[in-house]
């Protein structure tokens, strides 16, 4: 069943105001409230003492009116007793502030006295609620790893981190061995004595800031995968999501592994927040929306969607007259099966009043209520769709992080990337999943891989397989350069072990900065290539773009290889849009 519904705040207005809300709610079309995602003090207003009397009155008026209820458990922000009580829960910075109290997601996913307040917390809920049959779902924390709370670096990572690397290596001595620690007399004699990578004069071994995105990913999974653990333990009837913000596929975790430990994944859909001038692409919210969809391989929420303009303290763009009802109505042909707008009513304190919502602090339904209206009559009448794709884009945690780690060149940016090659299927209709490189992708016809600068040794003899029974790969700049130490490799041409597949290798390369870039040729089409600059020797393969006067010499900038049944190519550049668009032709004909 397809949900429409607003994100509902009763707490902030008092119960006196929930009757004409839910009547107006219900006149919008809605069929479902998501509730109680900051309300944590309304649950437990003192440590060990619960009080569901609040939220109780609100499900039972809400089912009177005919709504289903979203509930969350919400740990994104804490009661002021934890934090006067417990003041080591709070996330340190890398330099070693502290975060106060007051603005939420402070917390260390790594507090061991947090973690337990919070599944206390998710349990309470789920006993009290388990045989309310108004509930539809449950929703743990909220946007995890937002506004650079997935980093943390306080002594409770540290100690976790040391447990976690203890796991990983059987013995200091190898670890020493596969970090190369006998660079800067490195070497470490016992597990305690490896450092965070907190800021220094320059960057810490590459391998240890790896482990550490490892660590913070495995950290942040775990946490959500013990509060979805807590509900389920006393509620098996109703499902558990966790809902991402937007640009997750740059945060500190893999978000394919979060996904793995909930029923359904959720996503909060801003095409634009506070202090932008315009909003994201079309085609960038497409490939947002796809990405969220390959997490499950499947359908997906949106439970928070923009209706008014957004902000703390800067706000700018307002969704013009239709845009916000068109953004909706789009995400739903990607594969949304349910849509909330956030929010019903923007409220008039606290740090969000300018996130503005369907009904304004005037209280008067305006063009935003009657949008929203038009909105859900319309998607009742659509189907609950998941787009059939033959393209993917394989995303991969390791290199993603490796690639931050190192970027090379101040113009990369791995989300960007990704969505210029996004672009060029989404210009031309054609759909696209986006899959985890540890997923089959043998039944697609066509696989992206954007910088996947570490491979093993596995997933080279599935990507040559794929190839080899006919599908096709496009490779970019930095492919298998890496071990999976986040390590070059010793005697192997770049990319590594794959001179056969590629039809190339890496004869010289050099990085492209900020202003910079290198003319390239495509059939007789002047272009540029950015970011990156690799030169091309052919080993079999066949020249499709070479490097114009380059002052290393005559080089391909982009191979076309045949591979048993299959094709490669190999980008060895950014290429500008013109170049691209003819490649895209040629590589989808």
Excluded at 18 to 43: P, S
Excluded at 228 to 248: E, L, N
Excluded at 380 to 390: D, G, L, R
Excluded at 581 to 589: A, G, M, Q, V
């Amino acid at each position: 069943m397809r949900y429409l519904g607003v994100d509902y705040y009763p707490e902030q207005w008092g119960m006196e105001r929930v009757d004409q809300d839910l009547d107006d709610i219900v006149e919008l079309g809605a069929n479902l409230i998501r509730i109680a995602d900051f309300a944590w003090d309304r649950f437990e207003p003192v440590e060990g003492v619960y009080d569901f009397s609040f939220f109780d009155e609100v499900i039972q008026k809400a089912k009177a009116h005919g709504l289903k209820v979203m509930m969350c458990v919400p740990t994104a922000t804490m009661p002021s007793w934890l934090y006067q009580r417990y003041p080591e829960v709070m996330n340190e910075d890398e330099r070693g502030y502290r975060q106060p109290f007051g603005a939420r997601r402070g917390y260390c996913v790594n507090s061991d006295v947090y973690i337990e307040k919070g599944i206390r917390l998710a349990k309470k809920l789920a006993e009290h609620y388990k045989d309310e049959d108004a509930i539809v779902a449950w929703q743990v924390d909220n946007e995890i790893g937002h506004e650079g709370s997935d980093m943390c670096y306080c002594d409770s990572c540290h100690k976790k981190f040391i447990s976690f690397l203890k796991k990983r290596y059987p013995d200091i001595r190898e670890l020493n061995e596969r970090w190369g620690t006998s660079f800067w007399t490195q070497t470490y004699s016992s597990f305690d004595q490896i450092p965070l990578p907190r800021p220094s004069f320059v960057p810490h071994n590459p391998s240890l800031r790896l482990e550490w995105e490892r660590f913070k990913s495995e950290s942040i999974v775990n946490y959500i995968d013990g509060l979805a653990k807590a509900i389920k333990s006393c509620d098996d009837r109703h499902p558990v999501t966790h809902d991402i913000s937007g640009g997750t596929i740059k945060k500190h975790f893999d978000p394919f592994m979060l996904a793995e430990k909930v029923d359904f994944i959720s996503y909060n859909n801003y095409p634009v927040w506070g202090g932008q001038k315009a909003p994201l692409s079309d085609s960038d919210l497409a490939f947002s929306l796809d990405f969220v969809r390959g997490l499950k391989r499947g359908t997906f929420w949106v439970t928070e969607s923009i209706m008014g303009q957004q902000g703390h303290n800067d706000i700018g763009y307002a969704p013009k007259p239709g845009e916000a009802e068109k953004w909706a109505l789009d995400s739903l042909d990607r594969g949304v099966e349910s849509l909330i707008f956030f929010r019903f009513r923007g409220f008039t304190k606290g740090a969000e009043q300018f996130c503005f919502g369907i009904l304004d602090a005037d209280n008067e339904k305006r063009r935003k209520y009657y949008e929203t209206k038009d909105f859900f009559a319309k998607a009742k009448e659509k189907e609950v769709v998941c787009p059939q794709a033959k393209v993917c884009i394989v995303y991969d945690y390791d290199s993603r992080s490796s690639m931050s780690i190192q970027r090379q060149s101040d113009r990369f940016d791995y989300e960007k990337e990704c969505q210029k090659l996004y672009a060029q299927l989404y210009k031309r209709g054609v759909n696209c999943d986006v899959v985890h490189s540890s997923y089959d992708f043998s039944d697609y016809d066509l696989a992206i891989l954007p910088y996947m600068i570490i491979m093993s040794d596995d997933f080279k003899k599935r990507l040559k397989d794929y190839v080899a029974s006919g599908g096709k790969v496009l490779l970019t700049p930095r492919t298998a350069w890496k071990d999976t130490d986040n390590n070059l490799v010793f005697g192997k041409r770049l990319p590594v072990d794959l001179e056969d597949l590629t039809g190339c290798v890496i004869e010289e390369h050099e990085s492209l900065l900020d202003d910079q870039y290198s003319p390239c040729v495509y059939k007789d089409l002047e272009g540029e290539g950015y970011v990156f600059e690799e030169l091309l020797s052919l080993r079999g393969g066949e020249e499709l773009i070479s490097w114009k006067d380059n002052p290393f010499g005559e080089y391909a900038a982009a191979v076309k290889n045949l591979y048993g049944k299959g094709v490669s190519y190999y980008l060895g550049s950014s290429f500008d849009e013109k170049i691209l668009s003819k490649l895209f032709d040629e590589i989808l004909e």
